[in-house]
């Protein structure tokens, strides 16, 4: 059985797709002159008008929860993308740390730093090695799977990104101040965060009335333990 990092804690591998670390409030309905957007709003079931509704995420603490993934999956917009995305690594980080993109797109891995860097992961998404190197790799990695990829490297153990890999289009993340607007169309969310003390591949699926009629949905997050080293990992499950 593979084990992988979740936000800096190994963890077992799951067959659950995708739960959620975050307290989500629905704080406001906005309305805006722009129409930019009403070709799309008449996808959904009408709730909402103009740019739509904005959302204000916190923690079990009640702090305001920035990079939370919200992905609109009804009505569902799929589309293909052809630009290659970047997971850089600078400053022994992966920048962004976390990088959401679209199934089927591809990512390169330049590394910015004057050091090499050897980056994995072991999730179930998207299993691939890109080993000890310096500059860009000719070749991209293509994700052709919808899910969640955890990234680390095998010299410095403290670099973890994550990859966050949608079936829609219609994917957002929280700003430092945790808030978000999600379409006037959307009639259903899915939501993630790295460091949800669910599993990392589950997510948590709320409907637009829900958040209406309760007014919140709150969710626990974890601080990140200290992980296990690539070599440790490697041994336990290849035989070295």
């Known amino acids: ?83 290659v995305a970047v997971m850089d690594q600078i400053d022994k980080q992966f920048q962004p740390r976390l990088l959401t993109i679209m199934q089927g797109q591809a990512v390169s891995f330049p590394n910015s730093d004057d050091i090499r860097h050897h980056v994995y992961s072991f999730s179930d ?56 607007q999600i379409p006037a169309y959307a009639q259903q969310v899915a939501i993630w965060h790295a460091l949800q003390t669910r599993d990392i591949d589950t997510r948590r699926i709320v409907t637009v009335t829900e958040l209406q009629q309760s007014g919140s949905v709150i969710v626990e997050t974890q601080t990140p333990a200290p992980r296990n080293t690539f070599s440790e990992m490697f041994k336990e499950h290849h035989g070295h």
């Open 1 to 83: 059985m593979i084990r992988r990092a979740v936000g800096g804690v190994w963890a077992a591998s799951s067959m659950a797709l995708f739960g959620c670390g975050a307290a989500v409030f629905m704080t406001s309905l906005v309305y805006a002159a722009d129409n930019s957007s009403s070709s799309d709003s008449g996808n959904g079931s009408g709730n909402g008008s103009g740019n739509g509704y904005a959302l204000q995420l916190r923690d079990q603490h009640g702090a305001p929860l920035p990079d939370v993934v919200v992905e609109v999956i009804a009505p569902l917009r799929t589309g293909s993308v052809q630009q």
């Open 125 to 180: 998404t998207k299993r691939f090695e890109l080993k000890l190197y310096a500059g860009t790799p000719i070749q991209p990695i293509r994700f052709e799977q919808s899910g969640v990829v955890v990234l680390g490297c095998n010299i410095h153990d403290s670099m973890v990104g994550y990859i966050y890999v949608s079936k829609s289009k219609d994917v957002l993340t929280t700003n430092q101040l945790g808030s978000v």
